[in-house]
């Protein structure tokens, strides 16, 4: 077996020549231009990386992009204004807040100030909770492209068994009430979880979002299964170890070039949605 490559770069590549058409489209008949804002606090480079590939995206597509970077001391009730600011501003469709913030910021209470309109990252708890009852929501940037991978690569997910390893609030989590929603019996492991290996050798879909490089063993891993990587970690090493996967797993993300690219694309996929609504909005409310 031969593992088909669920290749993140080129899906999220294509996607966006649908997106820079759908900009245009919208544009021309009227409507508003996409605009994201994101918010940066602090100088940790790897936060300022991720913030300017959103940024270069948006370009790429041709949405507006507002760039607020705050000075590491920001106070939450500073944050918290700045938000405010932006969820009264008409011209702004999308709201990021780069994670993580400065540890003294209650990144919750922060999160949780984005307006569910303007939640393009899906991270406030009221979306979390919409979406997890399947009610319309934008979801959780990461898990929304993971599934939206799996989708374009026709992967069975109904009555299959996955195993998503990490329960953060904007990754594992998400993704185990992604992958319910979509029927899949889903199983959540974290770092109180006793007999990782046994439980992710039972799984058809394995994800890996634990934060340590190949903390998940191939040797875990059952033939056959699909395996998704969210981690990224210098070297191009992921949070799940590849050793001899590609010969006998079904389906697996690269690292570079599989989750990233595609939450990139559905922050930029869930603006320009919000974009959409709020142009009808509009209209209605002219009419
Ligand atoms: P996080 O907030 O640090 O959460 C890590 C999760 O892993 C926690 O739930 C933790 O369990 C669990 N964990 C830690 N050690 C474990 C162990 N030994 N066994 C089992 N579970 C363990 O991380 P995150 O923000 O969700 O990110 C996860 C990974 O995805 C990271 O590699 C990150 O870089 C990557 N990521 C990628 C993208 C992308 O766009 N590609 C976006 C976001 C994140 P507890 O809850 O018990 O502490």
Same mark, same amino acid.
């Given at each position: *077996?031969?593992?088909?490559?669920?290749?993140?770069?080129?899906?999220?590549?294509?996607?966006?020549?649908?997106?820079?058409?759908?900009?245009?489209?919208? +544009?021309?008949?009227?409507?508003?231009?996409?605009?994201? @804002?994101?918010i940066?606090?602090?100088?940790?480079?790897?936060?300022?990386?991720?913030?300017? *590939?959103?940024?270069n !995206?948006?370009?790429?597509?041709? *949405?507006?992009?507002?760039?607020?970077?705050?000075? !590491?001391?920001? &106070?939450?009730?500073?944050?918290?204004?700045?938000?405010?600011?932006?969820? +009264? $501003?008409?011209?702004?469709?999308?709201?990021?807040?780069q994670?993580?913030?400065?540890?003294?910021?209650?990144? /919750?209470?922060?999160?949780?100030?984005?307006?569910?309109?303007?939640?393009?990252?899906?991270?406030?708890?009221?979306?979390?909770?919409?979406?997890?009852?399947?009610? +319309?929501?934008?979801?959780? !940037?990461?898990?929304?492209?993971?599934?939206?991978?799996?989708?374009?690569?026709?992967?069975?997910?109904?009555?299959?068994? @996955?195993v998503?390893?990490? /329960?953060?609030?904007?990754?594992?989590?998400?993704?185990?009430?992604?992958?319910?929603?979509?029927n899949?019996?889903?199983? %959540?492991?974290?770092?109180?979880?006793?007999?990782?290996?046994?439980?992710?050798?039972q799984?058809?879909?394995?994800v890996?979002?634990?934060?340590?490089?190949?903390?998940?063993? @191939? @040797?875990?891993?059952?033939?056959?299964?699909? #395996?998704? $990587? !969210?981690?990224?970690?210098?070297?191009?090493?992921?949070?799940?170890?590849?050793?001899?996967?590609?010969? /006998?797993?079904a389906?697996?993300?690269?690292?570079?070039?599989? #989750?990233?690219?595609? &939450?990139?694309?559905?922050?930029?996929?869930?603006?320009?949605?919000?974009?959409?609504?709020?142009? %009808?909005?509009?209209?209605?409310?002219?009419?």
């Amino acid at each position: *077996m031969s593992a088909v490559i669920l290749d993140g770069k080129a899906l999220a590549k294509s996607r966006e020549q649908q997106l820079q058409a759908a900009v245009r489209n919208l +544009q021309d008949s009227g409507g508003l231009q996409p605009v994201l @804002a994101t918010i940066l606090v602090g100088d940790d480079p790897s936060s300022a990386t991720y913030v300017q *590939m959103k940024i270069n !995206a948006c370009g790429r597509v041709g *949405m507006g992009s507002r760039c607020i970077n705050l000075p !590491a001391t920001t &106070t939450t009730e500073e944050l918290l204004t700045t938000i405010d600011q932006l969820n +009264q $501003d008409s011209d702004v469709c999308g709201i990021l807040l780069q994670h993580p913030v400065p540890e003294h910021i209650d990144e /919750r209470l922060c999160f949780d100030a984005i307006a569910i309109d303007k939640d393009v990252d899906g991270v406030t708890t009221q979306g979390f909770g919409l979406m997890a009852m399947g009610e +319309q929501a934008f979801g959780s !940037a990461t898990p929304a492209g993971i599934m939206t991978l799996l989708k374009h690569y026709d992967i069975q997910l109904s009555g299959k068994h @996955a195993v998503v390893l990490g /329960r953060s609030a904007i990754l594992g989590k998400p993704m185990a009430a992604m992958l319910l929603n979509a029927n899949a019996t889903v199983t %959540i492991c974290h770092s109180r979880t006793e007999n990782l290996a046994e439980l992710v050798a039972q799984a058809d879909i394995v994800v890996g979002a634990v934060g340590k490089p190949e903390l998940i063993k @191939a @040797a875990w891993i059952k033939d056959g299964a699909v #395996v998704v $990587d !969210a981690g990224y970690h210098a070297g191009g090493v992921g949070d799940i170890e590849k050793t001899g996967l590609e010969k /006998r797993v079904a389906a697996l993300t690269p690292v570079p070039g599989g #989750v990233g690219p595609m &939450t990139i694309n559905a922050l930029i996929s869930q603006t320009l949605q919000s974009a959409e609504q709020k142009g %009808i909005l509009k209209a209605s409310l002219a009419g």
